[in-house]
């Protein structure tokens, strides 16, 4: 059984630099394309970033570009995203999703998604 674990999350003042990283298992890590989305609350769930299943491309939300980086270390079936120049309204639960199909993942997210971190950014 597929199972994504996300960590890194925390009360982090505006303008930090944390990391959030995802685990996961049961499932052919480098054969998936990953995401990572949020949820404010009050919000619906939407598209932070994604990268294909080797790691050669990456794309990202308008909100999020220039200061957030994908990655991913098929080694350690592990995805990352590298979160700079923090701002309130990044506050949100963030998740990571796997999917098959990297070109529609920013709007068809894949079946599995880990439970979440939090974020909250202090001003």
């Known amino acids: 059984q597929a199972q994504l674990v996300e960590s890194g999350g925390g009360l982090v003042q505006a303008g930090g630099s944390p990391r959030l990283s995802c685990a996961a298992s049961g499932l052919t890590f480098s054969t998936y394309a990953m995401g990572w989305f949020r949820q404010a609350p009050g919000k619906e769930r939407e598209f932070v970033a994604a990268i294909t299943s080797l790691g050669y491309s990456t794309k990202y939300a308008d909100s999020v570009k220039g200061r957030f980086t994908i990655s991913r270390d098929n080694a350690k079936n592990t995805v990352y995203l590298q979160m700079n120049s923090l701002k309130p309204e990044d506050t949100a639960v963030y998740y990571c999703?796997?999917?098959?199909?990297?070109?529609?993942?920013?709007?068809?997210?894949?079946?599995?998604w880990g439970r979440g971190t939090q974020v909250t950014v202090s001003s």
């Open positions: 999703n796997a999917n098959r199909q990297y070109s529609t993942i920013s709007y068809n997210a894949g079946a599995y």
